[in-house]
T-cell receptor, first 117, second 115 residues
Framework: KQEVTQIPAALSVPEGENLVLNCSFTDSAIYNLQWFRQDPGKGLTSLLL?????REQTSGRLNASLDKSSGRSTLYIAASQPGDSATYLCAVRPNPPENFGNEKLTFGTGTRLTIIP | DTGVSQDPRHKITKRGQNVTFRCDPISEHNRLYWYRQTLGQGPEFLTYFQNEAQLEKSRLLSDRFSAERPKGSFSTLEIQRTEQGDSAMYLCASNAGRTNTGELFFGEGSRLTVL
């Protein structure tokens, strides 16, 4: 059974600092890994998707890396801003089988990020 | 493209009542998913549809839960005889299936409070 862990559960950093969020997973047979942002009481916003064959993806100040063999992904946020305060979740999707199935994402419990002005 | 839309955003009900949530996926997305999220936890998979066919269901989806997607467009999730343990955020997501990257797009969720 796939397990996804995100450490730390909460993180506070001063505005302007660069930071790294961690995600680890136990089964390396993944199809892709997706990072999401969730504001309190809201749904999930997709940030970055990394396919299993890729090493990293970038979008603006965000960079996500994937090391499938070691079961790790990181989300790097450059020049943090108060608007980056949110919970960040990672999720992995298993390899697609021959038949339909294995469609579910397995999520971590998230890292609650607070950027201090 | 208006994104994934969910209704209602918040539902308060008494234990034992039935509730129904609706999800409208991104147009032309043929796959639709339901997840449940409790406070402080990541979302947990409930079920998914490819067009109108329900192809996978989690063990979390007890017999009090039923989901439909009759015309392959919007979907409904009904919970019968609600219990306090059903209180959670119910999230809907969609994607374009295997012809696309597999990226999932979520709605704003429907928060259920069972008194």
């Amino acid at each position: 059974k796939q397990e996804v862990t995100q450490i730390p559960a909460a993180l506070s950093v001063p505005e302007g600092e660069n930071l790294v969020l961690n995600c680890s997973f136990t089964d390396s047979a993944i199809y892709n890994l997706q990072w999401f942002r969730q504001d309190p009481g809201k749904g999930l916003t997709s940030l970055l998707l990394i396919q299993s064959s890729q090493r990293e993806q970038t979008s603006g100040r965000l960079n996500a890396s994937l090391d499938k063999s070691s079961g790790r992904s990181t989300l790097y946020i450059a020049a943090s801003q108060p608007g980056d305060s949110a919970t960040y979740l990672c999720a992995v999707r298993p390899n697609p089988p021959e038949n339909f199935g294995n469609e579910k994402l397995t999520f971590g419990t998230g890292t609650r990020l607070t950027i201090i002005p | 493209d208006t994104g994934v839309s969910q209704d209602p955003r918040h539902k308060i009900t008494k234990r034992g009542q039935n509730v129904t949530f609706r999800c409208d996926p991104i147009s032309e997305h043929n796959r639709l998913y339901w997840y449940r999220q409790t406070l402080g936890q990541g979302p947990e998979f409930l079920t998914y549809f490819q067009n109108e066919a329900q192809l996978e269901k989690s063990r979390l989806l007890s017999d009090r839960f039923s989901a439909e997607r009759p015309k392959g467009s919007f979907s409904t999730l009904e919970i019968q005889r609600t219990e306090q343990g059903d209180s959670a955020m119910y999230l809907c997501a969609s994607n374009a299936g295997r012809t696309n990257t597999g990226e999932l797009f979520f709605g704003e969720g429907s928060r259920l409070t069972v008194l």
